[in-house]
T-cell receptor, first 105, second 117 residues
Framework: RKEVEQDPGPFNVPEGATVAFNCTYSNSASQSFFWYRQDCRKEPKLLMS???SGNEDGRFTAQLNRASQYISLLIRDSKLSDSATYLCAVTGSGFGPGTRLSVLP | DTGVSQDPRHKITKRGQNVTFRCDPI?????LYWYRQTLGQGPEFLTYFQNEAQLEKSRLLSDRFSAERPKGSFSTLEIQRTEQGDSAMYLCASSLESGQGFQNEQFFGPGTRLTVL
């Protein structure tokens, strides 16, 4: 079993849609959680850290559920520019395989 | 530019040759990571340094791979006797850690794309 798993994707959604990604992890001792965005042939860049209480940054909302060992990312009112691969990262476990999002006009 | 830099950006080599990649982290960052990434996969952890000390090395890392960070600044990753399966993007990342359990975000370099013929 992989330490970090993500929704397999790809997700193809129309502009303006709301889309949610999930990420599960196996190491219950993990303390820090992140969502990164990776554009094609580019390096990953931090999208947002995930805090225990959940956090929001504009159209993006991240949630952490320690009991069930998963984190989620919600994107509201999706834009064409949101098309990318979204990677979750969990300390002590590494990166998930990523979920690719394509926002269609 | 004060970001993470990597050199070279691309490397094509023949099977059996040795290659060496360099990473220059953000100057004040004390932690440096190496990852390998293939198409459709997330970054796969290889090793990391806290200052000049190599603290963890992936079980997946064969003895053909070696990394150094001699002065706690730049790092090199060497692959000896390259194989076609080594073809991948090699990513370096750095972070500033306070050592209090929680980890901070990692800043990635642009990567070195290795092709082994």
């Amino acid at each position: 079993r992989k330490e970090v798993e993500q929704d397999p994707g790809p997700f193809n959604v129309p502009e303006g849609a709301t889309v949610a990604f999930n990420c599960t992890y196996s190491n219950s001792a993990s303390q820090s959680f992140f969502w990164y965005r990776q554009d094609c042939r580019k390096e990953p860049k931090l999208l947002m850290s995930v805090y225990s209480s959940g956090n929001e940054d504009g159209r993006f909302t991240a949630q952490l559920n320690r009991a069930s060992q998963y984190i989620s990312l919600l994107i509201r009112d999706s834009k064409l520019s949101d098309s990318a691969t979204y990677l979750c990262a969990v300390t002590g476990s590494g990166f998930g395989p990523g979920t690719r999002l394509s926002v269609l006009p | 530019d004060t970001g993470v830099s990597q050199d070279p950006r691309h490397k094509i080599t023949k099977r059996g040759q040795n290659v060496t990649f360099r990473c220059d982290p953000i100057s004040e960052h004390n932690r440096l990571y190496w990852y390998r990434q293939t198409l459709g996969q997330g970054p796969e952890f290889l090793t990391y340094f806290q200052n000049e000390a190599q603290l963890e090395k992936s079980r997946l890392l064969s003895d053909r791979f070696s990394a150094e960070r001699p002065k706690g600044s730049f790092s090199t990753l060497e692959i000896q006797r390259t194989e076609q399966g080594d073809s991948a993007m090699y990513l370096c990342a750095s972070s500033l850690e306070s050592g209090q359990g929680f980890q901070n975000e990692q800043f990635f370099g642009p990567g070195t794309r290795l092709t082994v013929l």
